[in-house]
Nanobody
Framework: QVQLVESGGGLVQAGESLRLSCAAS??????MAWFQEAPGKEREFVAA????????VYADSVKGRFTLTRDNTKNTVYLQMKSLKPEDTAVYYCAARSGALATMVIDDYKSWGQGAQVTVSS
């Protein structure tokens, strides 16, 4: 079982930046991803990166604004969010899966963090 701990959420104004971190423990070599859950909406894919070191994949809504990187020595991923918009407001969940493929499918991820609130004011 993988344990995930998120950090870095907060309140920012539109156009500002924020960085989320997610540290995994209990198992190495896991593909990690971020999902967002806005009020009244279903949880949606944001970005994912394989432990093999390939390029991250992103949802269209965040391409060019969000960057997902990972440090395998620390078993940690970082989601750098720039040019934030009010519609980015959501709880952001870190997730992990044992396969090497960075998928966008929520059901592929079996381990979840508790979530980090990101609020973007206009």
């Amino acid at each position: 079982q993988v344990q995930l701990v998120e950090s870095g959420g907060g309140l920012v104004q539109a156009g500002e930046s924020l960085r989320l971190s997610c540290a995994a423990s209990g198992r190495s070599f896991v593909t990690m991803a971020w999902f967002q859950e806005a009020p009244g909406k279903e949880r949606e894919f944001v970005a994912a990166v394989s432990w093999t070191g390939g390029s991250a994949v992103y949802a269209d809504s965040v391409k060019g604004r969000f960057t997902l990187t990972r440090d395998n020595t620390k078993n940690t991923v970082y989601l750098q969010m720039k040019s934030l918009k009010p519609e980015d407001t959501a709880v952001y969940y870190c997730a992990a899966r044992s396969g090497a493929l960075a998928t966008m499918v929520i059901d592929d991820y079996k381990s979840w963090g508790q979530g980090a609130q990101v609020t973007v004011s206009s």
